[in-house]
């Protein structure tokens, strides 16, 4: 019998290759490419509990576009991807090279290192729950430190205008250190001859960082560019936790709004639209990431 | 460096003081750094008042579950991707690639009805299966799997092996660094995920730590012992294996993160 099956897979090459894919293909058609199909369907549709579905074209794009609600999320969304990213970036960077010009050999690094990583490891509940802690108005770690700076402490998460920059906050706290493992690794891949021979020409801290570090560094801080950008345009467990997307509606970023349009009001077809216009941002940054970086050369 | 250091500790150092602070040491204006007294009320009451235990349970359910099934199955393709001919092989995985980066709130929506009617809304499987077929899993380790000589698999396959010999005897032995990385980024992935898991489990049985908290947090506004020692609680999981494998987590980034291997 083995025998039989073992030539039957040898005639048929193409076959075995096939097979080996199958649960894999399987469970993601299933699970990852149907239902983004099926969500873009959804989105041409009203659907009502009663009388079912119906087919509405583009109307619920129309309406997601005249929906107040929808273009503050937007709106809120990039807000929140234009301060936290940049936030996530510079300080991973920023620790990256604080930690390789200060020695990897002296003792402390690896603590360090791992004091600044640590964050990432949390699940953003509890990255919420701390920081919702920290910024209370009343007993939090940060209104106490302001008091003690006689400063005037803004009332972070209740303010509107303070608490989208808060919770950017809380989120480079909790991804700048991943960020900052990824440029380590991009740093020590940078041979050592090239600062050496640069310091004999006599070239200064920011002339190797502008002409050797950030060149060679360029296509580790453009993939984490990419990467960063798309998590900050997914956030949803931070604004959901630490505001509920308040005070107000100011922090209610585009994921929140899709939870809630579709799982509290119901209104699936315009919840499914919400989706495709993210959809749709993601696949831009995709493409430009992708010619950013060449990704096609990954594919040998 | 060490000021740094410091300052971004502080929170988490301080969520787990709060944690067995008294309530009047919590809210105490100026604020006590030292607690008069260690109490473990905050605790007691967690556990007394829900279900804590069992949603770490579930977590390590989920996130073994998913690790386990996903290595499995990214392993196969993965070599099927990397080392065998078949005709729309290219098409398929460059079809994969670009859905890698696309979200999951576009899903979300679909996979609720999908889940509804296969009746697995509200289980573990129902909430592991979006996970288990990673594209970037494939990804990782197709990229690793090319990158072993092709010596070592042309003189096993003189030697008479079979592709399923191949992929047993050459490949899986020379990736174990490989499946580390991947096993510990999807283990982590799984254990932390929140968005999914908050729209398929719904009852207080059913949830992982990470909705648990979402739970409790909506439950009691303002009691910050008890939501503080739960976070602590559901941190501390992670706090002990990352200072075990801490070396190898952080390699393991490294070479997953595309810039190196």
Not at chain 1, 206 to 232: D, E, G, M, N, R
Request: net charge positive; charged share 10%; with cysteine.
């Amino acid at each position: 019998m083995r025998a039989k099956i073992r030539g039957f897979l040898y005639r048929h090459r193409g076959l075995e290759g096939i097979l080996y894919v199958l649960p894999f293909a399987a469970l993601w058609g299933i699970f990852l490419a149907w239902p983004v199909g099926y969500g873009i369907y959804l989105s041409l549709f009203e659907w009502s509990p009663m009388q079912g579905s119906r087919f509405v074209g583009l109307e619920n794009y129309i309406k997601l576009f005249g929906d107040a609600r929808f273009l503050n999320a937007l709106g809120n969304t990039f807000k929140f991807a234009a301060i936290a990213v940049p936030l996530i970036l510079g300080l991973g960077l920023l620790f990256a090279l604080m930690l390789w010009s200060w020695g990897r050999t002296r003792r402390g690094v690896g603590f360090i290192q791992a004091v600044l990583f640590f964050p990432y490891l949390l699940t953003v509940s509890t990255v919420a729950i701390t920081w919702k802690w920290m910024f209370d108005p009343d007993f939090g770690l940060v209104t106490h430190a302001f008091k003690a700076l006689k400063i005037a402490a803004p009332v972070f998460l209740t303010e509107p205008a303070w608490a989208l920059p808060a919770i950017a906050f809380a989120t480079a706290w909790w991804l700048a250190g991943y960020r900052m493992v990824v440029f380590q690794a991009g740093l020590g891949e940078i041979p050592q001859e090239l600062f050496e021979v640069a310091s004999i020409d006599g070239a200064v801290f920011h002339q190797k960082f502008l002409h050797i570090i950030l060149p060679l560094l360029k296509p580790a801080l453009l993939f984490s560019l990419v990467l960063t950008l798309i998590s900050a345009f997914r956030t949803f467990g931070q604004a959901l936790m630490m505001t509920e997307g308040g005070p107000g509606r100011s922090t209610e970023v585009l994921a929140l709004y899709l939870y809630r349009t579709a799982f509290e009001y119901f209104n699936i077809g315009k919840a499914a639209a919400s989706g495709v216009v993210l959809l749709v941002i993601m696949l831009v940054l995709t493409l430009i990431g992708v010619k950013l970086l060449g990704l096609k050369s990954e594919l040998g | 460096m060490f000021g740094i250091a410091l300052l971004w500790i502080i929170p988490s150092l301080w969520v787990a003081e709060t944690a067995f602070k008294p309530n009047p040491d919590i809210f105490s204006i100026p604020p006590k750094w030292l607690p008069s007294r260690l109490t473990t009320a905050h605790l007691g009451k967690l556990f007394a008042s829900w279900p804590f235990g069992r949603w770490l349970l579930n977590s390590l359910i989920l996130a073994t579950l998913v690790t386990a099934s996903s290595l499995i199955v990214s392993t196969l393709a993965a070599f099927s991707f990397a080392r065998l001919q078949w005709p729309g092989r290219d098409a398929l995985f460059l079809v994969i690639l670009v859905f890698m980066l696309l979200p999951m709130e576009v899903s979300v929506i679909p996979l609720y009805f999908m889940m509804n009617s296969f009746r697995l809304l509200n289980t573990i499987y129902g909430a592991a299966l979006p996970m288990i077929a990673l594209p970037i899993g494939v990804f990782l380790l197709r990229q690793f799997f090319l990158n072993i000589p092709r010596d070592l698999e042309d003189a096993a396959r003189i030697d008479g092996c079979s592709s399923w010999g191949v992929l047993t005897r050459v490949i899986i032995p020379n990736s174990t660094p490989v499946f580390a990385a991947y096993g510990m980024y999807i283990f982590n992935y799984t254990w932390n995920e929140f968005f999914w898991s908050l729209i398929c489990l719904r009852s207080a049985q059913k949830v992982t730590l990470p909705v648990g908290l979402r739970l409790i947090q909506g439950a009691f506004e303002i009691n910050y012992g008890l939501i503080t020692s739960a976070a602590f609680m559901a941190s501390l999981p992670s706090l002990v294996v990352f200072l075990i494998l801490r070396q190898r987590i952080i390699r393991g980034i490294a070479l997953s993160s595309g810039i190196k291997g």
